[in-house]
């Protein structure tokens, strides 16, 4: 069983950055690969990045690329999330979670295992 805990949300300005943390145990064959994935009030679930396990494979939505950037320290069973320049369209409980897939994706259905989320709130 896989078990995934984010950290370190919370409430910034405009234009700010942060950065995310996901704590992860179990197998790692059952987490081929992790993503973040976020959710605003009354809105779809969006995948906005992912990395594979052994860290050469990433993926990211347009919404975020060129600010975002995913990665991972496996001595920690880390992954990270570095978002910067934030807006408030980047508000909303950011998730991360494992799949099994044998291809990377940002698609949610892909994903068997999810933590229970992190807020995070951009102001003016």
């Known amino acids: 069983q896989v078990q995934l805990e984010e950290s370190w949300g919370g409430s910034v300005q405009i234009g700010e950055s942060l950065r995310l943390s996901c704590a992860a145990s179990?197998?790692?064959?059952?987490?081929?690969?992790i993503a973040w994935f976020r959710q605003a009030p009354g809105k779809e679930r969006e995948g906005v990045a992912a990395?594979?396990?052994?860290?050469?494979?990433?993926r990211y939505s347009d919404s975020v690329k060129g600010r975002f950037t995913i990665s991972q320290d496996n001595a920690k069973n880390t992954v990270y999330l570095q978002m910067s320049s934030l807006t408030p369209e980047d508000s909303g409980l950011y998730y991360c979670?494992?799949?099994?897939?044998?291809?990377?994706?940002?698609?949610?259905?892909?994903?068997?295992?999810w933590g229970r989320g992190t807020q995070v709130t951009v102001s003016s």
């Open positions: 979670a494992a799949s099994t897939w044998g291809l990377i994706s940002l698609w949610a259905d892909r994903y068997n295992y």
């Open positions: 179990g197998p790692t064959y059952r987490r081929n690969f």
């Open positions: 990395i594979s396990t052994h860290g050469i494979d990433t």
